[in-house]
């Protein structure tokens, strides 16, 4: 009885000891990780805020190593690798989230959302329309929509963006008709010429969806002019004109050639005239001009002159140089090539968005894919 009991007297003080230091390592181990996990981290988003994506990286894996379990970490890094243009490494992570059974059911949608915007991105469209299918009735459905979106204008598919385009206007976060009467007015140009009834009521249809769009009327428009209803076309133009007064500079040519057909010069002239008043443009100026000489006018170079006193051009001055007689006519060539030159770059349209420059006024930019980003105006006039 005496050995047990001095063994308890021993045994007790060092069960006691052995415990405390146990919960010390505890505590030091915990206070390790606590004060590396978040040095790996802080280091990585100061990488990141520094532009040094590579560094940033590094620092993220060390990061993750040393916890695997954190999501954050793991969306983080998949992000990263997408910037970069690593998609296989980025597929991977968000794979690997997906099979994690301890996920939660908002970071298992997050993990295939980011999964499809790397297929996305790799030019797997099939791959990443499969993925965001399956967000349909999640909550990030209005996510899942928009990246759909991108992959059906990606691939042309203008039935299938349309009907994408409704359900996003319908859910009511974004205004869409717009966008909706691109891919109406898309479809219709896809159509063969013959199938001219089809079109119109493509067209008609995109003008209701959103009455407010430029594009699917002036599209009739043409329509109208193609199958030789001059006078249908020109009205709907004037109408436009009327409606939409930015667009003027975009309707004058034609809206000039329908007039000199359908003889109407008279309420075109006045409507330029009026325009070219209050907003000088380059088109309206080369509109009067062609009205000018098919009556018979010669004195085109008051309109060009008039034009530069409203608006330094060098576009004009190119054209008034050409009719205006010279002191030393030698020189002549030399003059015109020097400003064709500096005029040409001025009379191309530029996208808003992006900076890519065009020969023609694009509905779509081709540069950045973003809608309505042309202004209706030469660069010279921006
Ligand atoms: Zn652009």
């Given at each position: 009885?005496?050995?047990?009991?001095?063994?308890?007297?021993?045994?007790?003080?060092?069960?006691?000891?052995?415990?405390?230091?146990?919960?010390?390592?505890?505590?030091?181990?915990?206070?390790?990780?606590?004060?590396?996990?978040?040095?790996?981290?802080?280091?990585?988003?100061?990488?990141?805020?520094?532009?040094?994506?590579?560094?940033?990286i590094?620092?993220?894996?060390?990061?993750?190593?040393?916890?695997?379990?954190?999501?954050?970490?793991?969306?983080?890094?998949?992000?990263?690798?997408?910037?970069?243009?690593?998609?296989?490494?980025?597929?991977?992570?968000?794979?690997?989230?997906?099979?994690?059974?301890?996920?939660?059911?908002?970071?298992?949608?997050?993990?295939?959302?980011?999964?499809?915007?790397?297929?996305?991105?790799?030019?797997?469209?099939?791959?990443?329309?499969?993925?965001?299918?399956?967000?349909?009735?999640?909550?990030?459905?209005?996510?899942?929509?928009?990246?759909?979106?991108?992959?059906?204008?990606?691939?042309?598919?203008?039935?299938?963006?349309?009907?994408?385009?409704?359900?996003?206007?319908?859910?009511?976060?974004?205004?869409?008709?717009?966008?909706?009467?691109?891919?109406?007015?898309?479809?219709?140009?896809t159509?063969?010429?013959?199938?001219?009834?089809?079109?119109?009521?493509?067209?008609?249809?995109?003008?209701?969806?959103?009455?407010?769009?430029?594009?699917?009327?002036?599209?009739?428009?043409?329509?109208?002019?193609?199958?030789?209803?001059?006078?249908?076309?020109?009205?709907?133009?004037?109408?436009?004109?009327?409606?939409?007064?930015?667009?003027?500079?975009?309707?004058?040519?034609?809206?000039?050639?329908?007039?000199?057909?359908?003889?109407?010069?008279?309420?075109?002239?006045?409507?330029?005239e009026?325009?070219?008043?209050?907003?000088?443009?380059?088109?309206?100026?080369?509109?009067?001009?062609?009205?000018?000489?098919?009556?018979?006018?010669?004195?085109v170079?008051?309109?060009?002159?008039?034009?530069?006193?409203?608006?330094?051009?060098?576009?004009?001055?190119?054209?008034?140089v050409?009719?205006?007689?010279?002191?030393?006519?030698?020189?002549?060539?030399?003059?015109?090539r020097?400003?064709?030159?500096?005029?040409?770059?001025?009379?191309?349209?530029?996208?808003?968005?992006?900076?890519?420059?065009?020969?023609?006024?694009?509905?779509?930019?081709?540069?950045?894919?973003?809608?309505?980003?042309?202004?209706?105006?030469?660069?010279?006039?921006l």
């Amino acid at each position: 009885m005496d050995l047990d009991l001095s063994w308890a007297l021993i045994g007790l003080p060092l069960a006691f000891v052995l415990g405390w230091m146990a919960s010390r390592l505890d505590v030091r181990q915990l206070r390790f990780e606590n004060r590396t996990q978040p040095k790996a981290y802080f280091k990585g988003l100061n990488h990141l805020l520094n532009e040094q994506q590579d560094q940033a990286i590094d620092a993220f894996i060390e990061a993750v190593q040393q916890d695997p379990d954190t999501s954050e970490l793991h969306f983080a890094l998949g992000n990263l690798f997408r910037r970069r243009g690593e998609f296989e490494r980025a597929v991977r992570i968000h794979e690997h989230l997906l099979a994690r059974a301890d996920l939660n059911q908002d970071d298992r949608h997050r993990a295939r959302h980011a999964l499809a915007l790397d297929f996305l991105k790799a030019g797997l469209l099939d791959r990443a329309e499969d993925n965001l299918r399956q967000l349909l009735g999640t909550p990030i459905e209005n996510q899942a929509l928009l990246a759909l979106l991108t992959i059906h204008e990606r691939s042309r598919d203008w039935a299938k963006a349309t009907e994408v385009a409704e359900r996003l206007g319908q859910r009511g976060e974004a205004r869409f008709e717009n966008r909706q009467a691109h891919y109406l007015c898309e479809q219709a140009n896809t159509l063969p010429a013959d199938q001219v009834q089809a079109q119109i009521s493509l067209l008609e249809q995109a003008c209701q969806v959103s009455p407010q769009s430029v594009r699917p009327h002036l599209a009739l428009a043409e329509l109208l002019d193609r199958q030789g209803q001059t006078a249908a076309a020109l009205q709907l133009r004037l109408d436009l004109a009327r409606t939409m007064p930015r667009f003027v500079p975009l309707l004058a040519r034609e809206m000039t050639r329908l007039a000199l057909l359908e003889g109407q010069t008279d309420t075109v002239r006045d409507l330029l005239e009026r325009h070219a008043s209050e907003a000088p443009s380059l088109d309206i100026m080369e509109a009067l001009v062609q009205l000018d000489q098919a009556a018979g006018l010669s004195d085109v170079q008051a309109r060009y002159a008039s034009h530069m006193d409203k608006e330094p051009s060098v576009v004009a001055a190119h054209l008034w140089v050409r009719h205006e007689p010279l002191v030393h006519e030698s020189h002549r060539a030399a003059l015109e090539r020097a400003l064709e030159r500096a005029a040409q770059p001025l009379k191309r349209y530029r996208c808003a968005a992006c900076g890519f420059e065009a020969q023609r006024h694009f509905w779509q930019c081709p540069g950045c894919q973003a809608w309505d980003s042309y202004p209706p105006r030469r660069i010279e006039e921006l």
